[in-house]
Structures are given as structure tokens and as C-alpha cells.
């Protein structure tokens, strides 16, 4: 799985953060995101799943690699 | 153009007996389909989008306008015309906006706010434990915890909180007339505009000073960094006490879901039942409200660029689709996906703060008074029918 962000739409809502925080962050001076892990390990996939759903501006992409 | 008459009038009445349910016809509306025409107080009959994955859609799509001043917008009611800052405009410059004020309520800063959102919250259950019996819960506590919490964020003393909290309530009361609502906007406005002035000459560590030093690099006017700051007082507070009222009876009224809530040793179980409540009560019904920029399809009728787009998200929170039996209270299901903070980038900026708040009312408050219960009828309890936040006036409880 290979994760992308859209910083344009990001409206730093937080969501990411609270259900996945070992691979999103958020930007200290206006709240956006940050990516830390693009490539998350087995056992986050679920949390990222769960972001990605929750997101609010439908920031969060995810790729499934073969 | 259909008649009037056969067009619902939004928003609907509850049933009697049934204060924590969406309206009856409501329910039949999103039974019967996904887009419904109904009738707002100002005779426009926008679209009602009736469920969860349609509302979703509507709310994240980019040919939808939050635009408070286009005449399209449905709005609320009289006299809410701007002033509401970036809630009421699209992007790029609601995102401008937005983000002025994103860094103070990132997951990260609001978790080091917890000991001192907790101090409040121990603080106003030693304050309820060592007065009167019966008292009322809203004024005595969940009214003073969130407004306690967002004056010290925005540094706004407390000391005026009859001044704000009766303007705010104005705001958001539906039978308010729109120049009362002026009025209480603009006093809102020229209080904390003079507090945000005082801040450009001396900037703290507070949220309005942050605003201040925008001023000062000429990012912000001076009215556009005082409609963020009514915006956040307003939103900072109303909705959160409302929420902390609704939420304490909904679970005296359940009480094997309160012993639940109560007895918790995992963490996870008062977490997952701050989404449960915020999902299941959804206070603000009064529906999202967007128009149509261009032509767009939802749930497979085609809606047309200028009409109205009202989602009632207590509707879509209560979809079956989304939540299965979604009627039952049960604050160990995973609710996490309901859109009581809305959808789509104007969805609430707050909302980590909102669920610290609960998180720590509901640790404190039933513990440190595990006898908490009801000082009167049910039946009399007066909900607030004719607000835009949903709640009740009073809550005498006794222990």
C-alpha cells in the first residue's frame, strides 16, 4: 500500500492523526498534514483504511501496489 | 413547480415522547429517496439530501458553494448574513482563513491542553459536589466548563460570560427575529473586536493574540480577525455545553449504558462512547447548508447549479446503511465515521477540543457523583424545539 496526501485540500481536521499517528502528523503552524510513513507496515493498514474513510476533504489516497 | 403545500416544512418537529430521535418525517423522507424538496422559513424550497453516503458526497464535492452572501445559499434564518467568518466562504480563502487558526487545535496542541481542560473540569464537580441540591446541570456545569475552556484559549475573561453566553444563545435560537440576531452579532463583534485591538498593542500566547499579529502583518483587517474570534466564542461554547447537557441525560436515561460508561477500565470505552454520543444526539440540526455552483447529480437525480442543498446530518447519522440497528444506543459500537462535525473542509475545526471536553466530563463527573440522577419529571425537561443547536434549557439533577 502506498499512501499520497493532498496538502491543498487538507483542512487539517485531525481525524488521520487520532486514528493512524504512526504515519500522519500535522503541520505545527497551520495544522495540515504531514505524512510520516507513505509505506505503512501490515498492521497499520486498517488505521490508514479507517483514515482515509474519515477524512473530510477526501485528502488521503491510497495505492495498493501488486 | 410543485405546490407548496405538499413541500415539508424544514425544520420538522420531533415526536412527542421521542426527544432524542430525528423527526418522524424525516425518516420517512429518507425512506422513500435520496433527494426531497422542503420548505424553508423564508418560502425557498431547497433539496434535502436524505443519506449518509449522499450527504458525504454533497459535502466533499467541489461544484457544492458554502458561500453565506450568494443569495442561493439556504440559510438558517434572518439576520445570519456573514460574520460567520470562513464557515461561510469557499476556498481558497476559507482555507486562508482557516489555517490562521489550524495550529491551535491540532490533535498534538490540544492534547497538551488535557491538564488544564481537566483542572476545569474537577474544578466545576467540586463546585457542583459542594453546593445546592437539586441544581441545575446547564448552569452550573455545562455551560462554565466549555466557556471556561475557550476564554482561556482565546483569553476572553470569564468574568463576561453572562454577556456572551445571552448573545450566543440569541445566535442560535430559530424565533429569534433577524434584528435581534444583528444586534447579537454585532455586539459580539464590537466586544471581542476591542479585545482583539488591545492584543495588536500587546500580543500574548492567547488565540486572539495570534489573530492580533495577522493584523499586524497585514494578512487579517481587523474585522476579518474579530468574525474568526465570534466565530470560535461561539462555536467554542454553545455547541459543547449543549452537548455535555443532551449527552448526561441521554445516559440517566440509560442507565445499564452509563454503568458501562462509568466502570470502564479501558480507556477505549469512553472514547468510543464520545463518538456514540456525538453520532446518536448530533446536536445541530438545523442541517448542513450548500448550493449547487454547476449542475451535479446526487443519488442519481440531477441537481441544478443555483438550488439549495440542505443534509441534516442526524439523518444520515441515524442511517442504516452506515450504522446497523442505528437506532440503539450502544457506546461500545465503532461510530467513528457519523458526521456530527459535518463533512468536507468546513467540518468542525474544534473537534478534537469538543471530544477532550466529553472525554473528560464523562471520566469525572459520573464517577466523582456515581448517584447523579434526575431532580424532576422527564416529561418536563424543556428541550430546546426552537434552536439551531439542539439541547435543553435546564437539567435539574440531584444526587
Redesign the interface.
Known amino acids: 500500500m502506498k499512501i499520497t496526501v493532498d496538502d491543498d485540500r487538507c483542512c487539517g481536521a485531525g481525524s488521520c492523526v487520532l486514528l493512524a499517528p504512526d504515519v500522519f502528523d500535522q503541520r505545527d503552524e497551520d495544522g495540515v498534514v504531514v505524512l510520516l510513513d507513505a509505506r505503512p507496515g501490515e498492521h497499520l493498514r486498517t488505521a490508514v483504511r479507517g483514515a482515509a474513510d474519515v477524512c473530510p476533504a477526501a485528502a488521503i489516497a491510497l495505492h495498493e501496489e501488486g | 413547480m410543485t405546490s407548496t403545500s405538499e413541500v415539508p416544512p424544514f425544520p420538522m418537529p420531533r415526536a412527542r415522547g421521542c426527544p432524542f430521535d430525528p423527526p418522524p418525517t424525516l425518516r420517512g423522507l429518507q425512506r422513500e429517496g435520496p433527494l426531497a424538496k422542503v420548505e424553508l422559513w423564508d418560502g425557498s424550497t431547497p433539496w434535502l439530501v436524505t443519506r449518509y453516503a449522499d450527504q458525504r458526497a454533497v459535502?466533499?464535492d467541489r461544484r457544492v458553494s458554502a458561500d453565506m452572501s450568494n443569495p442561493h445559499y439556504p440559510r438558517q434564518g434572518p439576520g445570519i448574513v456573514g460574520s460567520l467568518s470562513f464557515i461561510g466562504i469557499d476556498d481558497p480563502e476559507h482555507?486562508r482563513l482557516?489555517?490562521?487558526v489550524?495550529?491551535v487545535?491540532?490533535?498534538?496542541n490540544?492534547a497538551a491542553m488535557r491538564p488544564a481542560v481537566r483542572r476545569i473540569v474537577e474544578e466545576a464537580v467540586d463546585a457542583l459536589l459542594a453546593g445546592p441540591r437539586p441544581v441545575d446541570l446547564v448552569e452550573a456545569f455545562a455551560l462554565p466548563v466549555p466557556s471556561l475552556v475557550i476564554c482561556a484559549l482565546l483569553d476572553v475573561p470569564y468574568a463576561d460570560h453572562d454577556f456572551f453566553q445571552t448573545r450566543s444563545r440569541l445566535v442560535v435560537n430559530r424565533t429569534t427575529t433577524g434584528e435581534q440576531r444583528t444586534e447579537a452579532m454585532l455586539g459580539l463583534a464590537d466586544y471581542l473586536g476591542g479585545l482583539v485591538a488591545a492584543k495588536v498593542d500587546d500580543p500574548g500566547d492567547d488565540l486572539l493574540s495570534r489573530l492580533a499579529v495577522r493584523i499586524r502583518a497585514g494578512e487579517l483587517t481587523h474585522r476579518q480577525a474579530t468574525d474568526v474570534a465570534v466565530l470560535l466564542l461561539l462555536a467554542g461554547h454553545e455547541t459543547t455545553a449543549n452537548m455535555i447537557a443532551l449527552s448526561t441525560l441521554l445516559l440517566l436515561r440509560n442507565p445499564a449504558q452509563l454503568a458501562l460508561l462509568r466502570d470502564a477500565q479501558d480507556p477505549v470505552v469512553v472514547t468510543r462512547a464520545v463518538e456514540e454520543m456525538l453520532r446518536y444526539l448530533n446536536i445541530t440540526h438545523g442541517g448542513r447548508r450548500r448550493f449547487a455552483a454547476a449542475d451535479l447529480e446526487v443519488g442519481g437525480q440531477v441537481v441544478r447549479a443555483g438550488e439549495g442543498l440542505v443534509m441534516p446530518t442526524d439523518i444520515a447519522n441515524r442511517d442504516p446503511a452506515a450504522f446497523p440497528d442505528p437506532d440503539r444506543l450502544d457506546i461500545t459500537r465503532d461510530a467513528?465515521?457519523h458526521i456530527a462535525?459535518?463533512?468536507?473542509?468546513?467540518?468542525?475545526?474544534g473537534?478534537?477540543l469538543v471530544?477532550l471536553e466529553l472525554e473528560l466530563v464523562y471520566r469525572t463527573l459520573f464517577r466523582r457523583i456515581p448517584g447523579l440522577r434526575l431532580a424532576g419529571d422527564f416529561e418536563s425537561i424543556p428541550f430546546k424545539h426552537d434552536a439551531l443547536v439542539y439541547g435543553v434549557y435546564e437539567l435539574p439533577v440531584t444526587w
Not at chain 2, 487545535?105 to 498534538?108: A, D, L, S, Y
Not at chain 2, 462535525?341 to 475545526?349: D, I, N, S, T
Request: aromatic fraction near 12%; charge should be positive; glycine fraction near 12%.
Open positions: 459535502l466533499t482555507a482557516r489555517r490562521m489550524g495550529s487545535f491540532t490533535v498534538k490540544v467513528r465515521h462535525f459535518g463533512f468536507g473542509v468546513h467540518q468542525c475545526l473537534q478534537p471530544r
